[in-house]
């Protein structure tokens, strides 16, 4: 992880850190943190903060296990903000919410544009042994068909009643569209944006 450079003397020696979940997207809760709390998140993958009201560090879920596990930090334009994306373990609330704003935490759609971006390094940075990176390389048309088989192969669970299997050819579907978006040159935003227009008429 890059160093960051705070200013923490901006604030008196606490910045405040928003807390997002790395998969949702979701805003989890907002803490504040000053350079020791800073050091040893990075050093244990664990958000822990400086508790004004404890005048101390605290590791969230250091008494009920419920810990945020470190996934990336950001700094925002002023030097002065964080925003740290992580993964919680169980409620992130001392209520037992999901977050600290009476918010459910439940949509994943996030993580569409976190496998997209891993889609995005696998035709730029092709290896050998990505099943992505081989499709790339094999070309547009073989990518289209794959997206064709699938699409035959979720109608075909359609018709029975297996969930399982019919959200495993769902899972296989959106994973080669995605692709052959990837493939075209096409962000999923414009697709989106298709989609916001038809819906405003």
């Known amino acids: 992880m890059e160093k960051l450079e705070i200013d923490f003397e901006k604030v008196n020696g606490l910045v405040p850190a928003i807390i997002q979940d790395v998969d949702t997207g979701a805003v989890l809760m907002l803490g504040y943190m000053n350079q020791e709390a800073l050091d040893q998140t990075l050093e244990t993958g664990k958000v822990t903060f400086y508790s004004r009201t404890k005048e101390r560090l605290w590791t969230k879920g250091e008494t009920s296990g419920n810990f945020l596990l470190l996934k990336s930090i950001k700094l925002d334009c002023d030097n002065d903000t964080l925003l740290i994306q992580a993964k919680p373990v169980g409620p992130v609330c001392h209520k037992g919410d999901d977050t600290c704003f009476e918010q459910e935490n439940k949509s994943k759609t ?63 579907l959106l994973f080669h569209y995605l692709v052959l978006l990837e493939a075209k040159g096409y962000e999923l935003d414009e697709v989106m944006d298709v989609l916001i227009k038809r819906h405003q008429k």
Do not use: C, M, W
């Open 110 to 172: 996030h993580f569409i544009d976190h496998l997209r971006g891993i889609i995005k390094d696998r035709k730029n940075n092709p290896n050998q042994q990505s099943y992505t990176a081989s499709l790339f390389a094999k070309g547009i048309n073989k990518i289209a068909q794959k997206v064709g088989e699938e699409a035959v192969e979720i109608v075909i669970e359609a018709k029975d009643d297996n969930k399982e299997l019919f959200l495993g050819e769902a899972a296989d």
